[in-house]
């Protein structure tokens, strides 16, 4: 039987980093491809939480992820297709909010320590 090989690693860092790793994880696993500016734009919004849509379009604009609102749409309703985040429309309101999928468990709050076990197994010959 083959043994092991573990690798261990402990880093420190900011929270739009340590949600970018989430994200790229999740993205990664479930096979959803993301451009850089798209994980910046996914990264900001796991920072602010649920966010009123038109609000956070102007605000990723401002942040110079994307050039203009219309683009981080776009995205973002590829990015509802592909289930990272969700819509909802505000009651008494033509607005929406958009939040990242709880499904994923992106963690955004407090303290964040991240323990992945990922494996490969090798048949034996």
């Not at 909802?88 to 992945?116: C, H, M, W």
Request: aromatic share 8%; hydrophobic share 40%; proline share 2%.
């Amino acid at each position: 039987m083959a043994k092991a090989k573990f690798v261990e690693k402990r880093v420190r860092m900011g929270l739009r980093d340590i949600i970018k790793y989430q994200l790229i994880t999740e993205s990664f696993i479930n096979r959803i491809h993301i451009t850089n500016s798209e994980l910046d734009c996914l990264a900001l919004l796991g920072v602010y939480g649920e966010y009123e849509l038109a609000e956070f379009c102007n605000s990723i604009v401002d942040e110079k992820i994307f050039t203009n609102p219309q683009t981080v749409r776009n995205f973002l309703n590829k990015a509802e297709k592909n289930k990272l985040i969700l819509k909802k429309a505000v009651k008494g309101s033509n607005r929406k909010k958009i939040q990242l999928n709880p499904e994923f468990k992106i963690q955004t709050q407090g303290v964040i320590v991240l323990d992945y076990k990922i494996a490969h197994v090798a048949q034996e010959q």
